[in-house]
């Protein structure tokens, strides 16, 4: 079932006609920058795009090997680069990325607010996961989610089915900073989402963790946001 499944998702990618939001932003639409930039999807009824998936390694390596992003290269804990979220990141370096991107393709890029995250991850539901009240199994990557990579690693983005705004892993895998500050206090800030090594109930959008803007954890990586015109 799952070629299956591949081999649709293929062809459909194939034959849909290219979606571009760079004149008139139509809600779902997604577009790409350039050709090592993170894809963009359109938010419906609001003026920002997201990240489709978490700015993985290879996006980050791309930044470094462009020179920018400090060369800084953080450790994937042994688990592998390329396509898995890039993670041991503090907030601040978060930051060297979205201004390589902004720098590089003259476009707004910055995190999201947690208004915006939140928004992003309902994709439009009230229930506590964006597939349901109840967690069930392998929806997504926790420690209790009935993954193969439950409370183990981190695992290549995009392996669990996307919230309906084609968006993937917004729950679960890695928690996501945010650009909203502390309780005013911008020294630290706010990250959502829950991961590989967090229990299910911390994946809710009601539940925001917060760190120093130096903290580097293996846990706990970022999305960008762009504003729409
Ligand atoms: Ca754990």
Redesign the pocket.
């Known amino acids: 079932m799952r070629s299956v499944h591949y081999i649709l998702l293929l062809a459909a990618m194939l034959l849909a006609p290219p979606q571009a939001y760079a004149a008139d932003p139509q809600p779902g639409a997604s577009d790409r920058a350039c050709p090592v930039c993170p894809e963009m999807v359109a938010i419906p009824g609001h003026k920002f795009a997201i990240g489709r998936h978490a700015v993985t390694f290879a996006e980050w390596d791309a930044c470094v090997a462009d020179g920018g992003c400090g060369g800084y290269q953080p450790s994937d804990a042994g688990w592998g680069r390329g396509n898995r979220p890039v993670i041991n990141v503090h907030w601040n370096d978060a930051q060297t990325y979205i201004r390589w991107l902004s720098e590089k393709t003259g476009k707004p890029y910055r995190l999201p607010t947690v208004e915006e995250w939140e928004i992003a991850a309902r994709a439009g539901t009230t229930t506590d996961y964006y597939w349901g009240n109840d967690v069930g199994r392998n929806h997504a990557n926790c420690?209790g989610c009935g993954s193969e990579w439950d409370?183990r690693r981190t695992a290549p983005v995009g392996s669990f089915r996307p919230n309906a705004y084609g968006l993937y892993d917004m729950m679960g895998n890695v928690w996501q900073w945010t650009d909203t500050c502390w309780q005013g206090n911008c020294t630290k800030r706010l990250f959502l989402g829950g991961s590989w090594?967090?229990?299910p109930q911390d994946m809710r959008t009601s539940t925001r963790n917060w760190f120093a803007v130096t903290k580097r954890m293996r846990y706990l990586g970022f999305r960008v946001a762009l504003t729409l015109p």
Do not use: F, M
């Open positions: 420690d409370n090594n967090h229990r």
